[in-house]
């Protein structure tokens, strides 16, 4: 990592497993210094810093940018704590990444919203999937004249959840805090505003089992979400349009069918997917630009806001 006086200086909350994921990503990234972290477990974030050797072990939020002069932090605590420490983040005026969910509940994710605009942040969410290279490979493929048929295979385990140490409150709004991962893909490749959905298998939260939706987009695009609850499934996003398929199983790999062809042809993706976690090299890159005020692929934090009402519409829950 290049460091020079004009290195956009970067802090991190969070000590955990994706706080040390995004660290990696942005201590590879020429450009970028690695400021400061706060941890409400020093001893973890004292680990990390020796690790990754930054300078700044800070006590809390606002010494990251008093004190480690840091331009922009990544935002990467357990959902139960994410609320707090993101509107502690609005107050100052740098660039913010919070890690997804902003939100577990649709209500929490509307103050986390609202507390940003009356703060006026810079307030970006790192829906990761979105910079996968599989799916940049698959967005600049797809035909724009062709009307699209997006499929996409959800599968959540609330048991395996709770068992490997997930908060029940957590656990209870296990589509907002899992399924938005792939919900959010009907966003990314649906063109246009969602104008309905439908559910003819419908959410039971007393009987968890298959949840299908149909999305339509004001663009002709239609969305199929087949959720596979408390049983077996993969993760998987196929889009289908007249003279191409495009198929993501599991989401990391990219395969290509063109009309008239039986076969699908596995494409090669970046390098940086297999060095890193899926997707944070490119959103590393992505904050950098955002931070310097350049053109940027970041969702806004009010983009993620609209898929997280998508999925309350997919489960019913409100909206």
Request: aromatic share 8%; hydrophobic share 45%; charged share 20%.
């Amino acid at each position: 990592m290049g460091v020079s006086p004009a290195a956009l200086r970067v802090g991190f909350v969070g000590a955990g497993y994706m706080g040390r994921e995004h660290l990696r990503a942005f201590h590879a990234l020429d450009g970028i210094e690695v400021a400061g972290i706060f941890s409400r477990t020093r001893t973890r974030a004292e680990q990390l810093a020796q690790e990754f050797s930054i300078p700044h072990v800070c006590s809390s939020v606002d010494e990251l940018r008093t004190v480690a002069a840091c331009d922009a932090v990544v935002v990467s605590v357990p959902e139960l704590s994410a609320q707090a420490v993101s509107q502690a983040c609005f107050r100052h005026d740098w660039t913010v990444l919070l890690e997804k969910p902003a939100g577990y509940t649709l209500e929490i994710a509307e103050s986390i919203l609202t507390a940003a605009k009356r703060a006026g942040a810079r307030a970006y969410v790192a829906l990761n999937r979105r910079h996968y290279s599989s799916t940049r490979m698959a967005l600049e493929l797809l035909p724009q004249e062709s009307a699209r048929t997006i499929l996409v295979q959800d599968q959540q385990d609330m048991q395996a959840a709770l068992a490997a140490g997930q908060p029940p409150e957590i656990v209870h709004n296990w589509m907002f805090a899992n399924s938005i991962h792939v919900i959010d893909y009907f966003r990314v490749f649906g063109r246009g505003d969602v104008v309905d959905v439908s559910t003819p298998s419908k959410w039971d939260a007393a009987h968890p089992g298959t949840v299908v939706a149909t999305i339509r987009f004001s663009s002709g695009d239609v969305g199929v979400y087949v959720g596979i609850w408390d049983g077996p499934g993969p993760w998987a996003v196929a889009v289908t349009t007249a003279s191409l398929r495009v198929e993501m199983r599991p989401l990391e790999v990219l395969s290509v069918q063109k009309r008239g062809e039986r076969q699908l042809v596995r494409m090669e993706t970046d390098v940086a997917d297999s060095n890193f976690k899926p997707g944070l090299y490119e959103q590393a890159i992505q904050l950098k630009r955002a931070a310097q005020g350049l053109q940027h692929t970041l969702p806004t934090i009010d983009d993620a806001f609209r898929s997280m009402e998508l999925c309350s519409r997919i489960f019913t829950l409100g909206r």
